[in-house]
């Protein structure tokens, strides 16, 4: 005798069985109210930085190619461009978006998680939100909800998606993207998990572009936030998806997650921590895990020399301990394009010692090029560092020594980056950071308005305002 198996009708909801199920059921059932104030305000914060990436990073060969190819699609809609007066479909839109925000490792980072969730989520619910003139308050709600689903999904899914090259950002992306612009399109938890069924068949990317850069990891978190919206869309219309299709056999945390996957992460303690709380802005435009090494020395100069460089003959060696992960992911000292340079500790750590590693403009061809740079590269040594590699991937630590001609040694230890949630950036720091990306954009935009918007959003009926402000020059 057979038993017949039974399968949800198109617009239920999945099985309770299923951890994601009770995840979208929590979210979508969120009122203004159940949530924190202080999430609404880091919401804003996070907002603003990513904006400010935004504003730079569609300035960009990759973004502008990106933007350049949509446009030439003319894709019918109503979700801003950054930069262009015109408007063009919500997935369109936060592939462009999406792309801008992560075009020059300045985006957010999740730690624990680690997953950049502004770079993803904020062009989805800012091109969803447009689409459905929803208020300021509706899209900072979806923000805080992406960024939650953001950060559950990727601690669920372990660590073996990354160790095996996938990039979590473009992986995790699309289905918690889909989650963000689902609750901004007001659609049901029914509606809502199947878009997440749909978009977990959207998720890709592959870490290649560590050893051979390239601009493909530019438009990871692009695809992504474009695959978030199109799945929510999708499933409004009743286009139906698996309901395993995060948490069951073959789905997202099974494939990717494997052995590692922990699927309880998705629900544990939810409405009693909030992941848009724990956000590490990044204070330089390069790779998380290379953070503190140019922080420590960076000081390290300024005590020696304030704000003046060292010159190349004063320094003979630089030792940095760091993770097992970072060092086999991070020691190229000689990077061949932008993107290895930010990612390479050895290339960051002369520019920590003599020029500014905070300004975007060192990281072109002028600099990473440069021989006295590549010169002072090649005596930086890495090694794994048993502290730093004991805390990882929860804390992000580096052991730096300088060794001068002189003699003299400096030493210097962090386990917790500037920019992180146990050292965190004040609100003056987030609005110069943005203040600064919006000036080195040619994007003729009024930063100042646009911060205001940002910070008034709460109370705003529309994003009118603030979408004309964005779409200026």
């Not at 990436?53 to 003319?74: D, N, R, V, Y």
């Not at 590699?389 to 980056?417: C, I, M, N, W």
Request: proline residues 5%; aromatic residues 6%; neutral net charge.
């Amino acid at each position: 005798m057979s038993t017949a198996t039974t399968h949800p009708a198109p617009g239920t909801t999945n099985t309770p069985a299923h951890q994601a199920a009770r995840l979208i059921d929590f979210l979508t059932g969120l009122s203004a109210g159940a949530i924190p104030r202080k999430a609404y305000d880091n919401a804003k914060g996070c907002l603003l930085d990513a904006i400010g990436c935004g504003l730079f990073g569609a300035s960009q060969p990759w973004s502008k190619i990106i933007a350049s190819q949509m446009f030439a699609e003319k894709s019918q809609g109503a979700s801003t461009v950054f930069g262009h007066g015109a408007p063009l479909a919500a997935s369109a839109a936060a592939l462009c978006n999406g792309t801008a925000i992560h075009g020059f490792e300045l985006d957010d980072l999740l730690p624990a998680a680690l997953i950049h969730p502004g770079t993803v989520i904020i062009p989805a619910v800012l091109a969803a939100a447009e689409g459905a003139n929803a208020s300021g308050e509706r899209l900072l709600r979806a923000i805080i909800i992406g960024y939650e689903a953001t950060a559950r999904l990727s601690l669920a899914m372990g660590m073996q998606a990354s160790n095996q090259g996938f990039h979590k950002t473009s992986v995790v992306g699309p289905v918690a993207s889909a989650i963000a612009a689902g609750c901004v399109l007001k659609s049901s938890a029914a509606h809502i998990n199947h878009a997440a069924g749909i978009a977990a068949s959207m998720s890709s990317g592959v870490k290649a572009y560590v050893e051979g850069g390239g601009m493909v990891k530019r438009m990871h978190a692009g695809w992504a936030a474009a695959s978030g919206v199109r799945a929510a869309l999708l499933a409004r219309e009743g286009f139906t998806g698996p309901a395993g299709g995060v948490d069951g056999r073959y789905g997202l945390l099974d494939v990717f997650g494997g052995a590692t996957a922990q699927p309880d992460q998705l629900t544990q303690k939810l409405g009693e921590q909030w992941a848009i709380n724990d956000v590490w802005f990044k204070v330089y435009p390069i790779c998380g895990w290379v953070q503190g090494v140019v922080q420590l020395l960076g000081d390290m100069r300024r005590d020696l020399h304030g704000a003046q460089p060292l010159a190349a003959d004063q320094i003979k060696k630089v030792v940095v301990g760091t993770s097992r992960f970072a060092v086999n992911h991070n020691s190229n000292a000689k990077p061949t394009d932008t993107m290895e340079a930010q990612y390479s500790i050895p290339y960051c750590s002369a520019l920590a010692l003599t020029r500014d590693p905070g300004d975007p403009r060192a990281f072109d061809a002028d600099g990473y090029t440069n021989a006295t740079l590549l010169a002072i590269a090649s005596r930086v040594e890495t090694r794994v560092d048993d502290e730093c590699d004991a805390v990882y991937p929860k804390r992000f630590g580096s052991r730096v020594q300088l060794h001068l001609e002189g003699g003299e040694v400096k030493e210097a230890l962090t386990l917790d980056p500037h920019g992180t949630p146990a050292d965190p950036c004040s609100a003056t720091e987030l609005t110069a950071k943005f203040t600064r990306l919006a000036a080195l954009s040619p994007l003729a935009v009024d930063s100042a308005a646009i911060a205001r918007a940002v910070h008034q959003l709460d109370g705003a009926e529309s994003l009118r305002d603030l979408s004309r402000l964005l779409r200026a020059g």
